[in-house]
C-alpha cells in the first residue's frame, strides 16, 4: 500500500509540470498564451491594434453552426475581419475549403499563420478595409463568414453595404456571428428586411462557452 501512495504522488507532480500549451476545438490544434510560438511572436511582432488579439468567441458559433450545416467540400471561403483565423482554420481543415481571410490590421496574420501551420493547412491572407472590397473581388466566393466584426456604431453601415455588396455578387452563403453587440443587431435588421436574412440565436457550451446569434444569409 505505501508503494501505492508514492506513484499517486509522483503522477501529479509530472502533471503539474508539463502543462498543456494546446488545446482541441472542434478539431483545430490551438496554441496558449503559453506556447512558445506564441510567446515569441508577442515578444518580437507587432501587436495587432484594432481587437484582433485573440481567438474571439464569436467564432465558436460559426464553427458549430458548420459543423450542423456543413458546407460542400472545397468550397471557395472568404473570412471577413478574420483576426487570427479561427473559424479560416476549421475551414480549410473540415472541407478542406479554400480559404481566404481579409483584415485591415496586417498584425493578426503571423497568428493566423502559425496556427495554419500547426493545423497543415493553407490560408490565404490579405490586407484590407471592409469599405475597399469590391463587388468583382466577392464574385469568386461561394461563402463568407465573419466574427463579430461589427462592434464599433460606424461599422454598422459599412458591414451592412459590404452584405449588399456580397449579395449582388452572388455569393450562396453569408453567415455572420456576434455577441449581439448593439451595431451588429441593427446592421442586422436591416439585412433581415432587405436580404430575407434569418437571425438567430446561438451557443456553445464546449469546448468553451459562447454565445450570441448569427445572422445567415441563403442567397440563391
Ligand atoms: C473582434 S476582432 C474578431 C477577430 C476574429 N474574427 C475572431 O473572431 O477571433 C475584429 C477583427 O476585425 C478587424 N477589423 C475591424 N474593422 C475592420 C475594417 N473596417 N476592415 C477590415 N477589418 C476590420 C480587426 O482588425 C479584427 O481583427
Redesign the pocket.
Known amino acids: 500500500m505505501p508503494a501505492q501512495k508514492d506513484v499517486r504522488k509522483k503522477n501529479s507532480s509530472a502533471t503539474t509540470k508539463t502543462k498543456a500549451t494546446t488545446r482541441m476545438a472542434y478539431g483545430v490544434k490551438l496554441l496558449t498564451s503559453q506556447h512558445k510560438d506564441i510567446r515569441k511572436l508577442k515578444r518580437d511582432a507587432e501587436a495587432?491594434?484594432?481587437?484582433?488579439?485573440?481567438?474571439?468567441?464569436?467564432?465558436y458559433l460559426?464553427m458549430d453552426y458548420l459543423q450542423k450545416n456543413p458546407p460542400q467540400k472545397g468550397c471557395r471561403v472568404l473570412?471577413?475581419?478574420?483576426?487570427?483565423?479561427?473559424?479560416s482554420i476549421y475551414c480549410a481543415k473540415k472541407y478542406k475549403a479554400k480559404v481566404t481571410g481579409?483584415?485591415?490590421?496586417d498584425?493578426?496574420f503571423p497568428y493566423l499563420q502559425l496556427h495554419a501551420a500547426h493545423n497543415d493547412v493553407e490560408v490565404k491572407t490579405k490586407k484590407?478595409?471592409?469599405?475597399?472590397?469590391t463587388t468583382k473581388q466577392l464574385e469568386k466566393y461561394d461563402m463568407i463568414i465573419?466574427?463579430?466584426?461589427c462592434?464599433?456604431d460606424d461599422?454598422a453601415d459599412?458591414?451592412y453595404k459590404l452584405i449588399r455588396r456580397a449579395c449582388k455578387a452572388g455569393v450562396g452563403k453569408i453567415i455572420i456571428?456576434d455577441p449581439q453587440r448593439s451595431p451588429f443587431l441593427e446592421m442586422s435588421e436591416r439585412c433581415v428586411n432587405k436580404f430575407y436574412a434569418e437571425l438567430e440565436p446561438w451557443s456553445v457550451k464546449k469546448p468553451r462557452s459562447a454565445s450570441g446569434s448569427l445572422l445567415i444569409i441563403e442567397n440563391n
Open positions: 495587432p491594434s484594432i481587437h484582433g488579439n485573440k481567438f474571439w468567441g464569436s467564432s460559426i473570412e471577413l475581419g478574420c483576426g487570427w483565423g479561427l473559424a481579409i483584415d485591415a490590421d498584425a493578426v484590407q478595409y471592409f469599405e475597399k472590397i465573419a466574427a463579430d466584426i462592434f464599433w461599422l459599412i458591414v456571428a
